[in-house]
Nanobody, 121 residues
């Protein structure tokens, strides 16, 4: 069974920084894309950032220049460095990954349980 576990959320003042971590564990053959999504109360879940296994990145318009996604392929772990945080960044942040489990040929879509990020003004 493949699991994604996020950590690093919390409460921070506007202008501050947080680093989120997503650790993939279990019977993993390969981790393809890793991504972070967020969902604020009353809003739809939105893409924050995505990184491919080769290191290509994509960012949501609202976080470009402030957030940086990275990964450690050897540890099956992804990171989201969030700088210059704003109150509108407040949301539950979810890790998402396309993972090929051992014994499978195709990747499956996995989600973490989410971690709360709250930015105070």
């Amino acid at each position: 069974q493949v699991r994604l576990v996020e950590s690093g959320g919390g409460l921070v003042q506007a202008g501050g920084s947080l680093r989120l971590t997503c650790a993939a564990s279990g019977a993993i053959f390969a981790v393809r894309t890793m991504a972070w999504y967020r969902q604020a109360p009353g809003k739809q879940r939105e893409l924050v950032a995505r990184i491919t296994s080769g290191g290509s990145t994509t960012y949501g318009d609202s976080v470009k220049g402030r957030f940086t996604i990275s990964r450690d392929n050897g540890r099956n772990t992804g990171y989201l460095q969030m700088n210059s945080l704003k109150p509108e960044d407040t949301a539950v942040y979810y890790c998402n990954s396309m993972v090929v489990p051992h014994g499978d040929y195709d990747p499956s879509d996995y989600w973490g349980q989410g971690t709360q990020v709250t930015v105070s003004s």
